[in-house]
């Protein structure tokens, strides 16, 4: 619905939901979406009936009343053997013995950079950290970063699998900027070495 159509009623929760789940307006239909049809799809389908999600211990701020909201929002607590079966299908296995470079927008609506900081602790954990280099860029979208930027990525994954020197996200941003002007590199390349995303709790309530 258009702005100048909605009520204020509507305005309000609209900012409700921006401020407290942290996803940009843009973004809350696609997440409604996945939402309602993938948990019905996972408990349902892939696990009888048993719900892994849980929220009965979250604390949400950001509203403009948030001791309300947290004494009206909906309560679910996970059947703990759910979690566990939904873990065994999902949960990353730590198995990692090939180079695995990732690269994902600082500001993606849909996968939260944040995200990227379990992944990388996950893989850390496991002994594998010499196996991973994550690149980060000053992107807002998910499905699609920039055609040089890509290349540059797949180029430094390719020749550290041929040479088995591991580059850095540096590495990777010297050789986007010095790609074949046909890429547009000056203005395409938005890899940002230095950026380090936040714990995931930071964005999305610890439960």
């Known amino acids: 619905m258009p702005e100048v159509n909605r009520s204020a009623k509507q305005k309000e929760n609209l900012k409700t939901i921006v ?5 940009p307006e843009k973004s809350i239909q696609g997440h409604m979406s996945w939402a ?16 892994p999600f849980s929220n009965d211990t979250v604390k949400y701020i950001g509203s403009s009343n948030d001791e309300a909201l947290n004494t009206k929002v909906l309560r679910y607590k996970a059947d703990p053997t759910a979690v566990v079966d939904f873990g065994k299908d999902t949960n990353p296995t730590e198995n990692i013995a090939l180079p695995i470079l990732t690269m994902r927008g600082m500001n993606d609506p849909i996968a939260f950079v944040e995200l990227a900081n379990t992944w990388e602790e996950t893989v850390a954990k496991a002994g ?16 699609y970063l920039s055609d040089a ?13 041929d040479t ?3 580059p850095t996200p540096n590495d990777v941003e010297k050789q986007c900027k010095a790609l074949d002007p046909k890429w547009d590199p000056s203005h395409e390349c938005r890899i940002v070495p230095e950026f380090k995303p936040l714990a ?5 309530p610890a439960r």
């Open 19 to 23: 401020n407290v789940i942290r996803i």
């Open 36 to 51: 309602t049809h993938h948990f019905q799809d996972i408990v349902f389908t892939r696990l009888q009936g048993r719900n």
């Open 128 to 143: 594998h950290a010499g196996n991973m280099v994550q690149l980060y860029t000053n992107d807002k979208e998910h499905s």
């Open 149 to 161: 930027q890509y290349v540059a990525a797949m180029n430094a994954l390719l020749s550290w699998v």
């Open 164 to 166: 088995g020197k591991k």
């Open 200 to 204: 995931l709790s930071t964005r999305v």
